[in-house]
């Protein structure tokens, strides 16, 4: 059902955005989606979306601020835990590290 829901009104906005039918078919299309909106049961339906939408704003809130608190105390004890670098390590300590040899090494080997 919400697919089908959602297709006419994709379907109605397409059609009112790419309509070559002018202002006041736009106009005519506006009125009729006006009037449906003021009708009683869309109307109790847009209330009963937000009232579950208050009711549950806060826990989601408290639930947000708690599992982002959790993240960011992990992230702070990984990070401490880790030593610090000046950053980020050159190709050739990056090749040093891979093959074990010096990069003041490298000129010295070359020249010879």
């Given at each position: 059902m919400?697919?089908?829901i959602a297709f006419v009104i994709g379907a109605a906005v397409g059609y009112v955005l790419g309509s070559r039918a002018g202002r006041e078919r736009?106009?005519?299309i506006k009125r009729g989606a006006a009037t449906v909106w003021q009708t009683e049961p869309v109307q109790r339906g847009v209330t009963l979306v937000r009232d579950a939408l208050d009711?549950?704003?806060?826990?989601?809130r408290a639930f947000v601020r708690r599992a982002?608190?959790?993240?960011?105390?992990?992230?702070?004890?990984?990070?401490?835990?880790k030593p610090r670098s000046a950053g980020r390590p050159t190709a050739a300590a990056e090749q040093?590290?891979?093959?074990g040899?010096?990069?003041a090494e490298a000129?010295?080997?070359?020249?010879e």
């Open positions: 919400k697919g089908k736009y106009e005519q009711e549950r704003a806060d826990s989601v982002s608190s959790d993240v960011f105390s992990n992230l702070a004890k990984q990070t401490a835990d040093e590290e891979a093959d040899s010096s990069a000129p010295k080997e070359a020249k």
